[in-house]
């Protein structure tokens, strides 16, 4: 059973075009949401972390939000350089788990020009 | 900027041979992972190490993985007879803290034939 779920699986975009990323989840004991892009090829690349419903944090062109049972990816007027796979990863705290990420299967983003 | 990095690049090996896999973490963190990604699926946590011991395993890191902080400064991933299924991009991954983020290296592309 999944416990974190990317969606969409797959996006395009025209460059410009603002959109959302969802990562919904379905853990108790949650100690920390994270959004990581990955290019091809190479290893995630941090990007946010949350930690309880209702923050936000912004970098660029990217806002990420967290509510009880999800999260969203704002891309705010996308370029083509944002075209990436984007994962989103959870941390609990339950049975002896406290530091593994368990991540989503990420969201295909690409931006045409 | 400190950044975690990872060699060979690229591994190739026979099966049933021992591989190694290096990974030299940012200088002030603490806390170190490995996860594995397979071509197409979910990044995958391995093993996490803290304080010269193994604070937690997935049921993928059985006996013939094992990992060593050898100095102060490498952080190393052994399999002791790889197999087909083994081949994956491995990442190594260190932190602050248990609670927060972590960071990635590239990743070794282990290929097992």
């Known amino acids: 059973e999944d416990q974190v779920t990317q969606s969409p699986e797959a996006l395009r975009l025209q460059e410009g075009e603002s959109s959302s990323l969802n990562c919904s989840y379905t853990?108790?004991?949650?100690?920390?949401l994270f959004w990581y892009r990955q290019d091809p090829g190479k290893g995630p690349e941090f990007l946010f972390t949350l930690y309880s419903a209702g923050e936000e944090k912004e970098k660029e062109r990217l806002k990420a939000t967290l509510t009880k049972k999800e999260s969203f990816l704002h891309i705010t007027a996308p370029k083509p350089e944002d075209s990436a796979t984007y994962l989103c990863a959870v941390r609990i705290s339950s049975g002896g788990s406290n530091y593994k990420l368990t991540f989503g299967k990420g969201t295909l983003l690409t931006v045409n020009p | 900027e400190p950044e975690v990095t990872q060699t060979p690049s690229h591994q190739v090996t026979q099966m049933g041979q021992e591989v190694i896999l290096r990974c030299v973490p940012i200088s002030n963190h603490l806390y170190f992972y490995w996860y594995r990604q397979i071509l197409g699926q979910k990044v995958e946590f391995l093993v996490s190490f803290y304080n010269n011991e193994i604070s937690e395993k997935s049921e993928i890191f059985d006996d013939q993985f094992s990992v060593e902080r050898p100095d102060g400064s490498n952080f190393t991933l052994k399999i002791r007879s790889t197999k087909l299924e083994d081949s994956a991009m491995y990442f190594c991954?260190?932190?602050?803290?248990?609670?927060?983020?972590?960071?990635f290296g590239p990743g070794t592309r282990l290929t097992v034939t």
């Open positions: 853990v108790s004991g949650l100690r920390g």
């Open positions: 991954a260190s932190g602050t803290g248990p609670t927060y983020e972590q960071y």
